[in-house]
């Protein structure tokens, strides 16, 4: 996987993180640059440890998945980005809560790393540095998550479904390039 094509997939996997933390900051009625981190420290870290995990579940499988590798990376990539258009189309309503217990922020980073998770099963099935590409994705997730927090009491009206919709574009994005790649120099 070249950098830009990793960056991509951290950006795109990292945008339902921010779209939640978004949510999270909104329902803040001022800024809190240590929830901001908070939040920034629990998605960052599921995020990493997603991908690895969903890279140990593909591997297990590669040998069976070989000639059929790039077709279930497309439906894997393809699959995430609709649900997060379709997600980002309906909306996602802003929690009620000022500031999460550490058992619900772990919970809702949990539901927005499964993507992740899938993303690392079609990783399993290309040659990538797997540390590599999980680090990335959980410096940007946390990165994302932190600014999102904090820009949330402001604009999470205007940007929260907007996010969820370009993170979706850019995994179907990545799917169809990875068909490309498989079809063209195969």
């Known amino acids: 996987?070249?950098?830009?094509?990793?960056?991509?997939?951290?950006?795109?996997?990292?945008?339902?993180?921010?779209?939640?933390?978004?949510?999270?900051?909104?329902a803040q009625a001022r800024l809190d640059l240590g929830e901001a981190l908070r939040v920034g420290v629990f998605?960052?870290?599921f995020q990493t440890v997603a991908p690895l995990a969903g890279w140990m579940l593909g591997m297990g499988f590669a040998g069976y998945l070989?000639?059929?590798?790039?077709?279930?990376?497309?439906?894997l990539l393809a699959g995430l980005g609709a649900k997060l258009i379709r997600d980002g189309l309906k909306g996602r309503?802003?929690?009620?809560?000022?500031?999460?217990?550490?058992?619900?922020?772990?919970?809702?980073?949990?539901?927005t790393s499964i993507d992740a998770t899938a993303a690392g099963v079609s990783l399993s099935l290309?040659?990538?540095?797997?540390?590599?590409?999980?680090?990335l994705v959980g410096a940007v997730t946390f990165a994302a998550a932190v600014g999102?927090?904090?820009?949330?009491?402001?604009?999470?009206?205007?940007?929260?479904?907007?996010?969820?919709?370009?993170?979706g574009l850019g995994l179907f994005g990545l799917g169809v390039k990875?068909?490309?790649d498989h079809n063209a120099f195969g």
């Open 93 to 111: 309503p802003a929690e009620a809560a000022v500031r999460l217990p550490a058992a619900a922020l772990a919970g809702l980073a949990l539901a």
């Open 43 to 45: 998605f960052g870290a």
């Open 1 to 26: 996987m070249t950098f830009p094509a990793a960056i991509l997939l951290a950006l795109s996997l990292s945008m339902d993180s921010f779209a939640a933390a978004l949510s999270r900051g909104a």
């Open 178 to 180: 990875i068909l490309i």
């Open 126 to 135: 290309m040659s990538v540095d797997i540390l590599a590409v999980a680090g």
């Open 148 to 167: 999102g927090a904090i820009i949330g009491p402001v604009a999470a009206p205007a940007l929260g479904r907007h996010a969820m919709m370009a993170g």
């Open 66 to 75: 070989a000639a059929v590798d790039h077709w279930i990376a497309f439906a």
